[in-house]
């Protein structure tokens, strides 16, 4: 997305047209959220308030697996002078993560929790 992501733009151009569908397709779904500005403004709060959601521990990035595919990512970046060029690259790089990869993250999910509320919300192995 370029420009600032708001509370507003959270909900209109995330939640409503992706979010949404996906977790109404799953009537038993989840909704993980943290506690990113846009995430927690009264607008996506009250988008949210239809469906289950998990908060984000405060001191717990670890758990979200997609910090994981970011890092995967970071690795393989190559230097970039030019905002069109880290687009592209980013773009390649994502065309291109191993599908495997991103499963096993996903499955990993229910360890994640609970490696998380034995840690008391803080870090863990992952």
Request: hydrophobic fraction near 40%; charged fraction near 20%.
């Amino acid at each position: 997305m370029r420009g600032t992501l708001t509370g507003q733009r959270y909900v209109d151009d995330i939640l409503r047209p992706h979010v949404r569908p996906f977790l109404n397709g799953l009537p038993r779904a989840i909704f993980p959220r943290d506690i990113a500005r846009p995430h927690i403004a009264r607008v996506a709060q009250d988008f949210l308030r239809h469906f289950q959601t998990l908060p984000w521990p405060a001191r717990s990035p670890d758990l979200s697996p997609v910090e994981h595919v970011w890092d995967q990512l970071k690795r393989q970046m190559p230097s970039c002078h030019f905002v069109h060029d880290l687009e592209w690259s980013v773009q390649d790089l994502w065309a291109y993560l191993p599908e495997d990869n991103i499963r096993c993250l996903i499955n990993s999910m229910p360890d994640r929790v609970v490696a998380c509320i034995t840690a008391g919300g803080g870090p863990t192995r992952y």
